[in-house]
Structure formats: structure tokens, C-alpha cells
Nanobody
Framework: QVQLVESGGGLVQPGGSLRLSCVAS????????RGWYRQAPGKERELVAH???????NYGDSMKGRFTISRDYAKNTLDLQMNSLQPEDTAVYYC?????????WGQGTQVTVSS
């Protein structure tokens, strides 16, 4: 079993920055993919970014150039640096981990971008 706990969400003004973190614990294998999805009210969940165990990254189109995903293998942490935030980035952000064809999810953290 794997547990994921997110932190770092909150309220930020347009143009501001936030850093999300996700700590994983439990039975974590060396080969996995970790990432972030987000879901805004009335919208489908969408990919924010993911990173494989060999460091390959992929971003959603609207996140490219603004968001940066990174992971610390020793600490089992996953970070998402979000810059130039806009109101349309408002959503609940979910951390996930995929290993052995199974997905694990965190409880989500709210990010609100508003003046």
C-alpha cells in the first residue's frame, strides 16, 4: 500500500507563485511514475505534469514554461513549482503515483488564484 500526502496549496494573486509538495510512504518501488493532476469545478481532471523514475517529464499544454516538476528519490518527495499563476489555474491539485499498473492518489490540495 502507498500513501500520498500533499501540501502547499493556498490563495495567491494572479502572477504569483506556489510550490506544492507530495510525500509518499509505504511500499514504493524503484520504478514508478509520479505526477500531478488537477480538477476545477465542473471540469474533467487534467494532467498537470508527470515525471518518470528515470527523470523524463511531461507537462500539460497550458503548464509548459510556467510549471516545473521535480522529485527527490531519497526522500520520496515530489514537488511542483508553479509560476505566473492565473485564475484559470484554480483547481484542486492531486498527487499520484503509478507503479505495477496501479495508481495511488493523494487527497488533493486546493489552489486558488484570485485578486
Amino acid at each position: 500500500q502507498v500513501q500520498l500526502v500533499e501540501s502547499g496549496g493556498g490563495l495567491v494573486q494572479p502572477g504569483g507563485s506556489l510550490r506544492l509538495s507530495c510525500v509518499a510512504s509505504g511500499s514504493i518501488f524503484s520504478i514508478n511514475t509520479r505526477g500531478w493532476y488537477r480538477q476545477a469545478p465542473g471540469k474533467e481532471r487534467e494532467l498537470v505534469a508527470h515525471i518518470t523514475s528515470d527523470g523524463n517529464t511531461n507537462y500539460g499544454d497550458s503548464m509548459k514554461g510556467r510549471f516545473t516538476i521535480s522529485r527527490d528519490y531519497a526522500k520520496n518527495t515530489l514537488d511542483l513549482q508553479m509560476n505566473s499563476l492565473q485564475p484559470e489555474d484554480t483547481a484542486v491539485y492531486y498527487c499520484y503515483l503509478r507503479q505495477t499498473l496501479r495508481d495511488y492518489w493523494g487527497q488533493g490540495t486546493q489552489v486558488t488564484v484570485s485578486s
